[in-house]
């Protein structure tokens, strides 16, 4: 059976797998992401080495970073997390190893993953929002990951909804990502750690905000802690105002929620659904579904497999 390697590069760490054809996933590892670009490369090295003497059949290497990615080139164009920004990535790893290799952007890996084997499976118009620090997401279109001119679309986080807003990771103000992420649920902890010393969130953490996390809100939240419930809702509110504008942008069939913050968002589907419904023009599409993802940590390494088998139905 054929397999692909399959490698996710995040700002703290590189998960790899080793992926069949009908999407099994054989063995998977991670390592903590260096901190210099050579460091990175002699990473990857040992993991394709490791994986190629382990397995037969490997058909390439898909790989997705945290970064904007030119695709066609398999060069990495910004990387504000990683020691890869300007780097010819593909070009690197051709020169040491007789094996096919893409590279794309995490998000758009995820999506492609949920394309192929996840909640995406079957649409041909659908959009996915990966929510975790930040805010990233895919665009398929007829069947296909739509990336732009440049490589650069969907870029749903860096949606300004706010110009006097809070600075985001990009340097702008008032980012989508800057209200609806992880990053957001803990800067509205740590403003009510402060401004509500008496909260059961406060006292947890002794009234210091730097020690609360996003985490710690979503599992207060999910105890039923009102102050945790209203940042979990707001941030919620946030995100639907987003995915209505989406919706009315894109058209999709459904709306596939995934990353590190996914899991906690069922507590404010209401408040997302809600907001998303409020702005959408179209009466037809006031029902679209809005799911979160069922793959977890897996769908940017499954996309990642699907950039080598080239299954992006057509
Ligand atoms: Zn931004």
């Excluded at 990009?170 to 008496?198: D, N, P, W």
């Excluded at 009234?207 to 419930?229: Q, S």
Aim: with cysteine; aromatic share 4%; proline share 4%.
């Amino acid at each position: 059976m054929n397999k692909a390697i399959a490698v996710d590069i995040g700002g703290t760490k590189i998960s790899w797998a080793l992926i069949t054809d009908d999407y099994a996933i054989l063995t998977r590892r991670q390592v903590m992401t260096p901190a210099t670009t050579s460091d990175i490369f002699t990473a990857l090295e040992v993991i394709i080495t490791e994986a190629l003497a382990s397995y037969d059949d490997i058909l390439g290497a898909g790989i997705g970073v945290a970064g904007m990615v030119d695709n066609a080139a398999g060069k990495i164009v910004a990387a504000p997390n990683l020691a890869l920004a300007g780097e010819p990535l593909k070009q690197h790893l051709e020169s040491k190893f007789k094996l096919a290799f893409n590279v794309d952007n995490d998000a758009n890996c995820a999506v492609l993953g949920e394309l192929l084997s996840g909640a995406g499976r079957g649409y041909r118009n659908f959009i996915g929002l990966t929510v975790g620090t930040g805010l990233g997401g895919g665009i398929v279109i007829d069947g296909r990951l739509y990336r732009g001119a440049k490589g650069a679309a969907a870029e749903f986080g860096h949606m300004v909804i706010d110009p006097n807003g809070p600075v985001c990771g990009c340097g702008h103000r008032g980012c989508l990502e800057t209200k609806a992420s992880g990053t957001a649920i803990e800067r509205l902890a740590k403003e009510t750690v402060v401004a509500k010393t008496k909260s059961a969130l406060s006292r947890s953490v002794g009234g210091d905000p730097e020690i609360i996390t996003g985490p710690m809100v979503a599992k207060a939240a999910r105890a039923g802690d009102t102050e945790a419930v209203t940042i979990m809702t707001e941030v919620g509110r946030w995100l639907g105002l987003g995915i209505g504008n989406f919706i009315n942008i894109l058209d999709p069939e459904v709306v596939v929620v995934g990353g590190g913050v996914a899991s906690s968002l069922d507590l404010v589907m209401d408040p997302i659904i809600e907001s998303a419904r409020r702005i959408v023009i179209d009466p037809r599409s006031r029902d679209i579904p809005i799911v979160i993802s069922q793959l977890e940590n897996s769908a940017g390494l499954l996309g990642a497999a699907g950039l080598i088998f080239g299954l992006e139905p057509s």
